[in-house]
């Protein structure tokens, strides 16, 4: 729970003022786990060794007293069975992505969800950013016309210090299939495009052409890629993504052009969405102003020209999650589902295949 992602989450949770965290299993070194417990001031009998433990000690508690959500932030290969074992006892979960390493186990793990009846929610965060929320309202509002053209990117140069050399490469967990699972930059990153683009618009990609690189012939995994896209309504598209994109931090953009104007955002800028018109100048829309959409407003938590950033867009996910729990209204995309989980990891899969088979076109199943 010392990760990057622990606090965004953490504080995330605390935003809404929906959750409290009473335990959990927080780190594989149990004595570790119970000083982070200890630093949170946390009851130490709710810091448990394993998930097994915790699972099997929760259920003994009377359902008033049981943790109701539990955030899987681990390594990709866990979360799976992670995740099938709480939803099988009960548990609604909020899990990192992807949400597992294949297509075949998030469908499985869609059925048993649906079996179960609990709450699933996945950490696509930039789907919370206020502005990428007034983007899918305006896109469904016809702002735009008829959807024909959608480009995003994603890049990030972190990998770049460690790639070139072989022993550092052994370090990097996420370039370890046994941990990252099948990919490395459309798995990490790349995957978030493709999210973004499906959340926005409201179509789906149907089928993809890729061209993946891992850089290095021993390099297992890839690190940059570049995919053509092919929606569900017949337009066309491309997302491209690298984490050898050298001096980059984390640029993540999209753009979606109809036959009446454009749409563009910038994860690096979040505070502006640029409104592209046929024939007339271009507008810049901002959080918190009454001309945006009821969905962009209800995720906005402060005055206009207050910036707004990841730790909120995660804070906006939570509470979605938390009205699911709670059986209150909600807005239609107020969070990802396991459906868009099994759609991520579908994309992951079709691009793979693509790349493999030698640049060809492949349908997302």
Known sequence: MSSFIGIVHRVAAYMGENYVLT?????????????FAVQLDLDAARSYPS???????????AEDERIQVVSILTPNFLHFEMARKLVSAGFNVICEKPITVSADEARSLEKLVQEKGVVFGLSHTYTGYPMIRQM??????NKIGRIQKVDAQYY?????????QEEERKKVWRLNPKMSGMSCCMGDIGVHAFNLIEYTTGLEIDKVLADLHTLYPENELD?????LLRMNNGSRGVITASQIATGEENNLSIAVY????GLKWEQEHPMYLKHLIEGAPSQIYKPGNPYNSEFALESTKIAP??????????GNIYNGVAAAIQGRPHSSGAFPTVHDGVRGMSFIEAVLSSSSQGQVWVKVS
């Open 223 to 227: 690190v940059d890629g570049t995919t």
């Open 258 to 261: 109809g036959d009446q104007g």
């Open 305 to 314: 020209g207050h910036p707004e950033g990841l730790f909120d867009a995660m």
């Open 156 to 164: 990030q140069g972190w990998i770049n210090p460690s790639i070139h």
């Open 51 to 61: 998930l097994e433990v915790f699972i099997e000690k929760e259920l003994t508690l």
């Open 136 to 141: 899918k309202s305006m896109i469904a509002q």
């Open 23 to 35: 335990g959990g299993v927080f780190d594989i070194d149990f004595d570790k786990g119970n000083q």
